[in-house]
């Protein structure tokens, strides 16, 4: 079993920024991904930015492309999303997810293991 917490979310006001913390404990994989999907009110779970453990690849959804930094510890074996020009349509539920197998997906079912979320508010 593999365990996720998320850290980092809060309160910040247009064109601010946060760092999201993702830290992972339990059971590892030889090789895996893990992903940023976000949440808001009344909308569906959708995907924001996803690493390869191993080799570091990463993706991101368009909408985040340039503004939001995923990366990796692997000696805390922590995930990072650095978001920066954050706009009020980041307002979401963060969640961090892990998948087995090296490639990346966006859709959220295929990753295997969640936390629990962490609460992004950008005001305008």
């Known amino acids: 079993q593999v365990q996720l917490v998320e850290s980092g979310g809060g309160l910040v006001q247009a064109g601010g920024s946060l760092r999201l913390s993702c830290a992972a404990s339990g059971r590892t994989f030889s090789n895996y991904v893990m992903g940023w999907f976000r949440q808001a009110p009344g909308k569906e779970r959708e995907f924001v930015s996803a690493?390869?453990?191993?080799?570091?690849?990463?993706y991101y959804a368009d909408s985040v492309k340039g503004r939001f930094t995923i990366s990796r510890d692997n000696a805390k074996n922590t995930m990072y999303l650095q978001m920066n020009s954050l706009k009020p349509e980041d307002t979401a539920v963060y969640y961090c997810?892990?998948?087995?197998?090296?490639?990346?997906?966006?859709?959220?079912?295929?990753?295997?293991?969640w936390g629990q979320g962490t609460q992004v508010t950008v005001s305008s």
């Open positions: 690493i390869n453990w191993r080799g570091g690849n990463t």
């Open positions: 997810a892990q998948r087995r197998g090296p490639n990346i997906y966006t859709a959220s079912r295929e990753y295997d293991y």
